[in-house]
């Protein structure tokens, strides 16, 4: 929404074109959940730099200082995550010019949740961390102007015909400054219920220890079905109306009977008409907490089975499912606390998944329950299998790959899995396999998602492409291109797949020899609205090469041009197009050009070592063409002094030291450079040989310089 109408304000109030890059950076978040090793619902929570980015903006079209609230950050799915988060905002807050943070966290009412009350100990360790965080309790409301006071008094006898016969002084007494009085005075039950001071009073005392009086006798004279009904909708997160469409669905007809829900409200422990609420967060706590103190066998018994009923509702992963998982994390503590059944909390543990909250489903004790769940409720296996096919994610990011390769297959194997979630679980096995060396089974399970019925477009695309990169591996070539044409022509594949296809088809034309095949396949890449940078820069670089292999020297410094300015290409890719380019100028006669290129790489930050020491071995070599010997020691020596300088270069430059120290007139310094080829090994033959000679020519005639 608000990407749409920052596109909307676009015009004569905002800079041109900000509200397309407003519109288009929310779109993104909407598909962030796109990596194949996530997975999971597309429910990211916002992360550090994207908040800060998206921010920025709006402070600079507004003019305007920033405050961002967090309410009820209690509820927040995924509360770990977003501590990281505000972590690093409290140790980066140069890069939040004019921008205050508010996080709403209420104190947990019912006693029995405050073990697992981890929102409250989180914002507290956030103050500890850092003096600019600074916990507020909220105060009493102010009403000393007398303005303030007439209006709400005039509220209040307008709404509670009780009140009218009491004394301002009197009612600001009961009040004494907490709003809940005001709920408890003018909900509809009450509000036809009290009739004198006395109930006044009782209702105000009973607001400030949170106590709602009316409810325990209503809901002792509950027959069975109310009763059970109202147990359930104590158990469950106080509902909104999405969250009670979704628990309407036939999957859950008969756990929630409508006659009871009509017969709770006509009593008056329901007061919403559009869905059944108990009313504000503290009253809802209030029919949980007489629940856990006079019904808790029952509570539990209906809790474990609304959250099997509700974990068998999940069939897939998209927004139809968001409202259940929300509905099984947002009941975590509460089903701990009244000691569900642990076989049926893993369906908790697995919905916590979808919000990459994967500690619960890492906890051993997931894997002894989560079979007893499946043979108990089948139906459940799609949401299980979500959580272990994002669980191996987790595991191979941290380097447990055996753990991973563990985990997808019981994807594999779970019977029930959807076909989407197979899908990955076949990608994602052949990926870990392959950087275990096992190509073989990689190419069989991406061969097998590749054949499987109604496997999602993007999925079929990224294994044609990873079996085309192993085919090419093994050299047979025609299988890789037949692949790799194959995912282009996928109706639905996302651009990066596309491009990745394009790009190694150009290679492998190239490895056969069509060099206008490759260029035409790289064209194409460079052209791919869409296109990584990743693969933007290295078709850039290929397409230079072909185009110098055809001594078409102007058009592959036009692409080497197009990779250093290219924002977002990696060091390596930067350092790899300077050295190239500075190669292309010396052929075209620009030494000086080519010389600037060649120190860039070597001042280049985070250029990997074997294009520093190319760049380094090509200025020794034209300072020492230009006679600036002083300079070519120094950069063959930088080279030779090199970690990770690869050892071709190292005999290289020892023998082009060696040949300038000898011009010199240092034959010792000569020598020790020649000796140290025949020592390194893996040098070539040919230099080894010249080396010897050189060696030899200097022992015969030590007092001769060259």
Known sequence: ????????????????????????????????????????????????????????????????????????????????????????????????????????????????????????????????????????????????????????????????????????????????????????????????????????????????????????????????????????????????????????????????????????????????????????????????????????????????????????????????????????????????????????????????????????????????????????????????????????AVKHERGDVAGALADYGAVIDLAGTPIALLAKALYNRGVARNERGDIEAAMADHGELIGLVGAPVDLVARALVFRGVAHGKRNELVAAMADFEAAIGLAGAEADVVAAARYHLGFAKDKRGDIGGAIAEFDAVIALVGAPVDLLARALIDRGNARYSREDLDGAMADFDAIVALAGASPSQVALALNNRAIAKFQHGDDDGGLADCEAVILLAEAPPDEVAKALYNCGWEKGRRRDFAGAMSAFDALIGLDGAPPSLLVKAHYNRGATRQTVGDPAGAAADFAAILALPGSAADVVELARQALAELQAHPRDAA
Not at 52 to 63: G, Y
Not at 135 to 149: G, H
Not at 352 to 358: E, I
């Open 1 to 392: 929404m608000v990407g749409l109408l920052f596109e909307k304000l676009a015009g004569p109030q905002l800079p041109a074109g900000i509200g397309a890059v407003v519109r288009s950076a929310f779109d993104g978040l909407a598909e962030a959940q796109k990596d194949l090793l996530s997975g999971g619902l597309q429910l990211a929570p916002l992360a550090y730099d994207q908040a800060q980015s998206l921010t920025e903006l709006v402070a600079r079209v507004s003019d305007r200082r920033v405050v961002l609230i967090l309410d009820a950050w209690e509820k927040s799915p995924s509360v770990r995550h977003e501590v990281g988060t505000l972590e690093a905002f409290l140790k980066h807050l140069d890069d939040w010019p004019d921008v205050h943070l508010l996080l709403a966290v209420r104190d947990p009412e019912l006693e029995a949740a405050k073990p697992s009350d981890e929102a409250l100990q989180q914002a507290k360790s956030l103050d500890r961390l850092s003096p600019a965080a600074q916990i507020y309790r909220m105060q009493a409301m102010d009403l000393d102007e007398p303005a303030e006071q007439t209006r709400l008094l005039e509220h209040l006898r307008s709404a509670l015909p009780a009140t009218r016969e009491q004394s301002a002084e009197t009612l600001l007494g009961w009040l004494d400054g907490y709003p809940g009085v005001l709920n408890f005075w003018t909900t509809e039950a009450q509000r036809l219920a009290i009739t004198g001071a006395d109930q006044l009073r009782n209702q105000a005392e009973d607001a400030h220890e949170l106590r709602y009086s009316e409810l325990a006798p209503l809901l002792a004279a509950l027959d069975d079905a109310p009763l059970a009904t109202a147990a359930r909708l104590a158990f469950l997160p106080r509902l909104d109306a999405e969250l009670w469409e979704a628990l309407r669905e036939p999957s859950l007809a008969g756990a929630l009977d409508q006659t009871a829900i009509d017969l709770l409200t006509d009593r008056r422990l329901l007061i919403d008409e559009r869905h059944p609420s108990f009313g504000h967060d503290t009253r809802h706590a209030a029919v949980r907490r007489w629940f856990i103190e006079s019904r808790l066998p029952l509570m539990r018994r209906h809790a474990e089975r609304l959250i099997e009923s509700i974990a068998c509702s999940i069939t897939g992963f998209d927004s139809r499912s968001r409202p259940y998982c929300e509905a099984l994390v947002g009941c975590a503590a509460i089903a701990e606390a009244i000691g569900t059944d642990r076989t049926v909390r893993c369906a908790i543990d697995a919905a916590h998944s979808g919000f990459r909250v994967h500690e619960p489903s890492l906890d051993p004790a997931f894997d002894q329950s989560f079979p007893k769940l499946l043979a108990r409720s089948p139906r459940a296996a799609p949401l299980i299998a979500n959580a272990l096919n994002n669980r191996g």
